[in-house]
């Protein structure tokens, strides 16, 4: 057996290991073994840090990663075993950021609350050149606070499901899957939403060229 | 400074998706754990709470039942052997009258 198929298959007995060692983990907390709820979020904590680190602001992650668990704790019992753990556990974590959204008021923050560093950004990412120059651009703090601005002028929905389609890069039909809409729902938000970001970019772009030219 | 085309939107939109991914990580510390776990106790304890408060509605309810069933049967079977006893007495004072009125003659 060549080296690299073997370790696919240990990869494979790996995963499957774990799958069924979650399945035990849960059914002794069903069965009034709360501790050992611990041992899943040990497992997955990192997992669900990561989702929600991609959905929520900085300072927001712990707190809803927390509620993250606790729901996913309260409605184990509702947990099929159709799907793996951490399927389950990644809807959970989508469907949470989806109410913190929901839950907060829309925040339209102002072109104002853009500076000069943020406006010049767009004009540097176009006219870098080598990959190396596109990457430290994209690096840069001005692309998270831009990307922040663009993104709060959006509904939780439009929001939830432009950054799972178009910047997580989940297909339409995985996104379906984590929010529990239906694809063509998701296919359609993920279209409007792209063309409001957009539209967004370039009232952006057409407002500083208009400040530049006066 | 650059009008914004198609190929310029799909550019910084490559470049917000850079962004976006490349955000740090957070790790949660122990005690952000041991909090969790706090939690997930108390849930716990207030399951079983409601679990019990749901086994008191359920007894409750069932006594309720039992006992609503059984005032019918009792009252079914004081009316029934009533009636009955009613039927008699006047089929007895029938008897009796049948009995008196010759005599009356």
Same mark, same amino acid.
């Given at each position: ?117 943020h406006q010049a950004w767009m004009d540097h990412v176009l006219a870098a ?17 831009l990307?922040?601005?663009a ?43 792209r063309q409001m970001l957009r539209t967004l970019l370039l009232e952006r772009k057409r407002l500083e060229d208009d400040t530049t030219?006066? | 400074m650059t009008r914004l085309n198609d190929e310029h939107l799909k550019k910084v939109e490559r470049a917000l998706?850079? !962004?976006? %991914?490349? =955000?740090?990580?957070?790790?949660? @510390?122990? *005690? ?7 939690? #997930?106790?108390?849930?716990? !304890?207030? %399951?079983? =709470?409601?679990?019990?408060?749901? @086994?008191? *509605? ?7 039942? #039992?006992?609503?069933?059984? !005032? ?34």
């Amino acid at each position: 057996m060549p080296g690299h198929v073997a370790a696919e298959c240990l990869d494979f007995i790996g995963v499957q290991t774990l799958v069924s060692d979650d399945f035990e983990i849960i059914r002794r907390v069903l069965h009034g073994e709360v501790d050992s709820f611990a041992e899943l979020i040990a497992r997955y904590r990192q997992h669900v840090a990561k989702i929600t680190n991609q959905h929520v602001p900085a300072d927001r992650v712990a707190e809803v990663a927390h509620d993250v668990f606790v729901r996913a704790y309260t409605s184990l019992s509702s947990f099929s075993g159709r799907t793996p753990f951490e399927h389950w556990l990644s809807a959970i974590a989508i469907r949470t950021c989806y109410d913190f959204w929901r839950a907060r008021r829309r925040e339209e923050l102002p072109v104002s609350a853009l500076t000069t560093e943020h406006q010049a950004w767009m004009d540097h990412v176009l006219a870098a050149e080598s990959d190396d120059q596109f990457r430290e651009q994209a690096r840069r703090q001005e692309a998270a606070e831009l990307l922040q601005w663009a993104l709060g002028h959006l509904s939780a929905e439009n929001r939830l499901v432009l950054t799972l389609v178009h910047l997580d890069g989940y297909s339409v039909r995985e996104a379906a899957g984590l929010l529990g809409w239906s694809v063509v729902n998701v296919k359609v938000r993920a279209h409007r939403a792209r063309q409001m970001l957009r539209t967004l970019l370039l009232e952006r772009k057409r407002l500083e060229d208009d400040t530049t030219q006066r | 400074m650059t009008r914004l085309n198609d190929e310029h939107l799909k550019k910084v939109e490559r470049a917000l998706r850079e !962004a976006h %991914q490349s =955000r740090q990580e957070p790790s949660f @510390g122990d *005690d952000w754990t041991f909090r969790l776990m706090q939690d #997930v106790r108390r849930e716990s !304890a207030g %399951q079983g =709470r409601s679990m019990m408060a749901l @086994g008191l *509605d359920r007894l409750v309810w069932r006594t309720a039942a #039992v006992a609503a069933v059984l !005032a019918l049967v009792f009252t079914g079977s004081v009316l029934f052997y009533t009636n009955r006893d009613t039927v008699e007495l006047t089929a007895l004072l029938s008897n009796e009258i049948d009995v008196v009125l010759p005599l009356s003659e």
